[in-house]
């Protein structure tokens, strides 16, 4: 879980399965859920610098590349 101090939101990761393709992201503000999305498999939510959040870096070694995802809520 991540708690984002500066927007009172809180991201919680959570896998959906060996057989699934996505990740499921849940997003709670102010103690509600206001948001269960899809997402790429193994995203965490890291940090907010404004006016995005960030996730974690996820390497993808067979094609030597690094991805971070940026999205606005």
């Not at 859920?33 to 870096?57: E, F, I, N, Q, T």
């Not at 996820?58 to 590349?65: A, K, L, Q, S, T």
């Amino acid at each position: 879980m991540e708690w984002v101090d500066e927007t009172g939101v809180l991201f919680r990761s959570y896998q959906k399965g060996d057989g699934a393709d996505l990740d499921g992201l849940q997003i709670y503000r102010n103690g509600v859920l206001v948001g269960d999305v899809d997402v790429p498999k193994g995203l965490r939510v890291a940090g907010y610098v404004a006016p995005y959040y960030y996730s974690y870096v996820m390497p993808d070694e067979e094609r030597e590349v690094l991805y971070v995802y940026r999205f606005k809520f």
